[in-house]
């Protein structure tokens, strides 16, 4: 069974510019998390999307969003970059929803310059 | 407010020496505690899932344990491959961060041969 696949796997943008990133989830799992991962705040949630629907939402700006399609497939997007989004990008499925474990994918690298 | 500490941060070993990695965790109704393994530039490889205290896994040369406040991954006779950084995971039953995970900062643990 093939894994999470994620896409770009690398990405240089420029402050102000806005990215999307994708997210395959292994098949058969409804729920995809996103999450990033910085060497000074760890890994951190961002949002959870079931069914289309999002369910939870992490701490972060307005300029951060997601949205996942009918085959569970699920794209998030950060407008207006800062420097500060510079990050390595995880998504995770799951199965359903809640207490299921999570299976993370290899991560989309941004780079904002 | 739900958070998970890991320590050491890092820990360096001889090929064969067993330790103890610890994670301490306050969160509002335990769904579920998760241990990891990231090695560097790749997305999180999950290992265990620990539900209630007293529970145990084991896979290989590691070992999860939990309580009610902290669980220890042990590593028996450690290889130079087991060299990665661990990393610790709730998922709370309740309160604002229901449902996603919340991570530690990890330990990053080296063997040397």
């Known amino acids: 069974k093939a894994g999470v696949t994620q896409t770009p796997r690398y990405l240089i943008k420029t402050r102000g510019q806005q990215v999307t990133l994708s997210c395959s989830p292994i098949?058969?799992?409804?729920?995809v998390s996103w999450y990033q991962q910085t060497p000074g705040q760890g890994l951190q949630f961002l949002f959870e999307y079931f069914s289309e629907t999002q369910r939870n939402k992490g701490n972060f700006p307005g300029r951060f969003s997601g949205r996942q399609f009918s085959n569970s497939r699920s794209e998030m997007n950060v407008s207006t970059l800062e420097l500060g989004d510079s990050a390595l990008y995880l998504c995770?499925?799951?199965f359903g929803a809640g207490e299921e474990t999570q299976y993370f994918g290899p991560g989309t690298r941004l780079l904002v310059l | 407010e739900d958070q998970v500490t890991q320590s050491p941060e890092a820990l360096r070993l001889q090929e064969g020496e067993s330790s103890s990695l610890n994670c301490s965790y306050t969160?509002?109704?335990?769904?579920?505690l998760f241990w990891y393994r990231q090695d560097p530039g790749k997305g999180p490889e999950f290992l265990f899932t620990?539900?209630?205290a007293g529970e145990e896994k084991e896979k290989e040369r590691l070992k999860a344990t939990l309580t009610k406040k902290e669980s220890f991954l042990h590593i028996t006779a450690p290889k130079p491959e087991d060299s990665a950084t661990y990393l610790c995971?709730?998922?709370?039953?309740?309160?604002?961060?229901?449902?996603?995970?919340?991570f530690g900062k990890g330990t990053k643990l080296s063997v040397k041969p």
């Open positions: 995770a499925s799951s």
């Open positions: 098949s058969g799992h409804r729920s």
């Open positions: 620990l539900y209630s």
């Open positions: 969160v509002s109704g335990l769904r579920g």
């Open positions: 995971a709730v998922q709370a039953g309740a309160g604002g961060s229901q449902g996603n995970l919340i």
